[in-house]
Structures are given as C-alpha cells and as structure tokens.
C-alpha cells in the first residue's frame, strides 16, 4: 500500500503543481476583467440569501493518517462560526465528507463519490454548474471551500476558502497562497488597462470567462486535496511499515526467550530427574 500510495502521489503532486502557475494566472485574469474595471456582475457581489454553502473535499477511503480528521475539526470550527446547521448547507466530495455531513446533522445539497478520481476539467463540470446554480438563485450569500492544501510531501494545511462572492480580497489571497511555488507567474494585477482587448464587449466577455475561472478555483483546490491526501497515506503507510517492522522484532525477541525458558526449564527437569535415578 506504502508503494501504491508512493505512485499516485507522484501524479498527483504533479498535477497540483504543473496547475498552480495556470491558477494564478486566471486570478490576476480575474482582478484586470473585473475588479479594478467595476464592471457588474452577480458573481461579483454578494448573494441574495442569508446563508452559507460549504464545499467539503475529504477523501473516500481512509488510512491516511488525519488527513480526513484536521479537516473535519476546521470544518466543525468554521461551520458554528457560520451559524450551525440552520445556516450552513453543505456539497460534500468524497465518503468521509459525507459522513461528516451527516455527523454535523447538516443538508447536503449535492454529493460527490469517486470525484478525486475523475480526470480533467470535465470532471469539474457537474460541481460548477451546481454551485453557480445554487448562488444565482438567491439562496445564498456566499460559497466556500474547505480543502486540504498541498506543501510537502509531510506537510499539508486545512483551508476554508471563500470562492463566491469574488471581491478583491478573496482574490489576493488566493494568489498569495496558490501562488506560493509559482514565481515564475508575474502577477501583475492590471495596473494599466490597456493591457487587454475585448471582443465584442466587457460585460460577454466577463459572462463567459467568470464562470470558467471559478470551475478553475475548483479544478485546483481538489487537485491540492488529492495530493494530500496521496501524500498523508504515503506517510501513514510508511510509518505503519516501520510500527509493524518493529513489532515483528520485539515479538520475535519475546518468542526466542520464552522458546529458551522452555528449553532450560526442559534441561532443568532432565538434570533433575538423572540425579534422583543415580541417588536411587
């Protein structure tokens, strides 16, 4: 299991990083399209309902270590901070966000199974068109994301992201914490804006690139997620390895001596009984 885990958290790392510089790139897209130009749009501004939608991206399987238990503990902090269950409604990824769902006695309003192991953008089409439906209807006032991001191979962080409304805040900081690993990405923010053209117009241009750039945020933070989660079972099978090499060793240390008790207690007895037949 430590080998398998090894090898899809190689492609997953991959793909979590080799995404991050596009990521960062679609959000200063973002902050030149529409932040800085004060252009309107729903997406832009707070939602018209009271309250919350949460997406919750865990793992389907266990064993790996508490990847699925830190984020179920920053999801319980952030969800009472929110309202509890009369506030918050929850789109779950994966079983073990079910189960915590369901644990917190909270509505879900779409689950997802075997999501991490879907490939491509496509996969990410169902979950944007749910989130966006949800937050033109009026019924909430904000989406967030709570995922585990990706640092290391021994290190991971529970994050609760805001995703909609998208302000300029948000923004920046997504940048500074997707951005992390991706110096290469000049994120230039748009100080002149002669620095993009639009065709035919600002307001259908932002109507179609806006949805796309948050099914990017999406694509990205489930892609941080796989390779924690990859990355913590591959710590947490290692470490089982090493706890199960050690246990074999005391065990069999423990066998040999009760095994050489029983042959000097069988010594002992012999000697004994040889001693009385010659007294005899």
Known sequence: MEMVAVSK????????????????????????????????????????????????VASNRGLCGGFNVALAKSVARSFESFGGRSSVDFITI????????????VNVRGSFVDFSDIAGMHGIRGLQRLVLDEFYAGKYARVLVAYNNYISTVRYVSMIRPLLPITPEIVRNLIASVGEDVPSVEVRSAAGEGMYLFEPTEAAVLEEVLPQLVAVQLYQMNLESVASEQSARMVAMKNASESAGEMITDLTLDWNRVRQDGITQEIAEIAAGANALQAN
């Open 9 to 56: 958290m190689k492609r997953a790392v991959v793909s979590a990083l080799a995404t991050r510089a596009y990521a960062v790139a679609a959000l200063d897209l973002l902050i030149a399209l529409a932040l800085e130009r004060k252009i309107a749009h729903p997406l832009l501004e707070k939602g018209a309902g009271e309250r919350t939608l949460m997406i919750v």
């Open 94 to 105: 994966g079983k073990n966000a079910e189960r915590l769902a369901r644990k917190l006695g």
